[in-house]
């Protein structure tokens, strides 16, 4: 995610260093990717595809430490000879519920994979996407998942035209002159309230600003999707579209403290 480095602590140019070492010495590297206070922690492998030919794995929802472990068991099942499938259910990766392995799609790949990018360089990999189930042993795309759930970890083989964590009606702040005279978004806003607004730049007056469903943006310029991962309090602007976008926190008033 271009909001979030993968590692904090390290440097990329040493994290790069460290990571073929413990690719050459023990497999494979596991990065750790901290969650925000709006989205969601994962971990992820490097080296899987170079040393056994297998796709890379990232899970999310665990704490560091857990989602450490995790992908170090299964990288113990894959050194054995066991090679994850899709559309399985195992019952071999936790105690007392299933997983399931779903393919991360190439359009999700850049999102959550930074530090596997640098050391694949133009090398072609892929990655699968281990699933846990919630409290009643269900995977989130059967009936009755339980919701407190549902976006803790999201689902890679799918949503690569709409990324956000919302539902696609959400409603959102924009402005005429994006609903009217087709002016560009150049700048989005995410309110430390959890609203979104995607504003032309122009200045605002009465009535300018308008309500509509998060997908229709999105629709019209899916250039949006590159800030989905916008956290709480931060907003994220443009010159242009296809521009790239910089990141700037938001000073919170007295009533977002």
């Known amino acids: 995610m271009i909001s979030k480095p993968d590692h904090e602590c390290t440097p990329a140019d040493e994290l790069l260093i460290q990571t073929r070492q413990n690719v050459d010495k023990y497999g ?37 430490e ?25 019952d071999n990766v936790f105690e ?9 799609d190439q359009l999700n790949m850049r999102d959550y994979f930074g530090a596997a990018f640098n050391f694949y360089g133009d090398k072609p990999f892929s990655a699968l996407q281990l699933v846990w189930t919630d409290r009643a042993d269900r995977f989130p795309w059967e009936d009755g998942f339980e919701q407190e759930f549902i976006y803790k970890q999201p689902l890679l083989d799918r949503n690569m035209l709409f990324k956000y964590r ?11 002159q994006w609903l009217e005279l087709n002016e560009p978004i150049k700048l989005v806003v995410h309110d430390y309230d959890g ?7 122009h200045p605002l007056e009465a009535g300018d600003m308008k309500l509509v469903a998060l997908h229709e943006l999105i629709k019209r310029d899916d250039t949006l999707n590159d800030v989905f991962d916008l956290d709480y309090g931060n907003e994220a602007e443009r010159s242009a579209v ?6 700037y926190t938001i000073e919170p008033d007295e009533d977002d403290e």
């Open 195 to 201: 609203d979104w607004q995607f504003l032309t730049g």
């Open 66 to 90: 857990l989602g450490h472990a995790i992908i170090n068991d299964v990288a113990a099942l894959i050194k054995a000879g066991e090679r994850m499938i899709v559309d399985k259910v195992y």
């Open 242 to 247: 296809g521009a790239p976008w910089v990141r």
């Open 166 to 176: 919302e539902p696609q009606n959400l409603s959102v702040f924009t402005t005429r």
């Open 28 to 64: 494979l590297q596991v990065i750790m990717v901290s969650s925000t206070t709006y989205l969601p922690s994962f971990a992820y492998s490097i080296g899987l595809q170079q040393i056994y030919n297998h796709p890379e794995i990232i899970c999310f929802g665990f704490s560091n």
């Open 96 to 104: 007392n519920s299933s997983a399931a392995f779903l393919n991360v």
